[in-house]
């Protein structure tokens, strides 16, 4: 079946520290790639997405690329916030149905 | 537009007890999917409702089930509470199903006692 797997966190880095978040999947078949974000006490917000091969995904900074060779989706940003503190996670779905498998989530804090 | 909006936001059950959830979706979609968000098992689909037609399920049993309403707003319930039925319920909604991004709402967590 369709699994992701994704780094164990925590992740804690000071302000301004490179992030890298590392995803890697198995799929069926062709797979469309997402990377969503939840605040504490939220619910989830898509931060970017790639839906092909070499596709890169990017949005406030952060970027990801569909590597299909390596089947990865890591997450990166040059230089991390306070405000970016949540728990990230790397999704993937199959085809046309809307379901989408999770990794079980990184938590980035940052720190001062 | 508004986003999409669960009710209650919290809620607790006793064992045994049933529920429901209630999830409006974005104005114009039609497309609504469950999750359920525990500590020991992550995140898991539970369903995807088109057009008040289940199109997709999960593995998760007969206990867990749903329904659309032609306004595309969704409802999902489960009987016989179980303690490990305790969860963050997430909903999410897009305009089709073959659109991919999908637009999650703040969930409604379930405890039960």
């Known amino acids: 079946g369709d699994s992701v797997t994704q780094m164990e966190g925590p992740v804690t880095l000071s302000e301004e520290a490179f992030l890298t978040i590392n995803c890697t999947y198995t799929?069926?078949?062709?797979?469309?790639l997402f990377w969503y974000v939840q605040y504490p006490g939220e619910g989830l917000q898509l931060l970017l997405k790639a839906t092909k091969a070499d596709d890169k995904g990017s949005n406030k900074g952060f970027e990801a690329t569909y590597r299909k060779e390596t089947t990865s989706f890591h997450l990166e940003k040059g230089s991390v916030q306070v405000s970016d503190s949540a728990v990230y996670f790397c999704?993937?779905?199959?085809?046309?149905?809307?379901?989408?498998?999770f990794g079980t989530g990184t938590r980035l804090q940052v720190t001062l | 537009k508004a986003g999409v909006t669960q009710t209650p936001r919290y809620l607790i059950k006793t064992r045994g007890q049933q529920v429901t959830l209630s999830c409006s979706p974005i104005s114009g979609h039609r497309s609504v999917s469950w999750y359920q968000q525990t500590p020991g098992q992550g995140l898991q689909f539970l369903f995807e409702y088109f057009s008040e037609t289940q199109r997709n399920k999960g593995n998760f049993p007969g206990r867990f089930s749903g329904r659309q309403f032609s306004n595309s707003r969704s409802e999902m319930n489960v009987s016989t509470l179980e303690l490990g039925d305790s969860a963050l319920y997430l909903c999410?909604?897009?305009?089709?199903?073959?659109?991919?991004?999908?637009?999650f709402g703040p969930g409604t967590r379930l405890l039960v006692l």
């Open positions: 799929a069926t078949g062709y797979p469309s």
């Open positions: 999704a993937l779905r199959v085809g046309t149905a809307s379901k989408l498998t």
């Open positions: 999410a909604s897009s305009p089709s199903t073959e659109q991919e991004t999908q637009y």
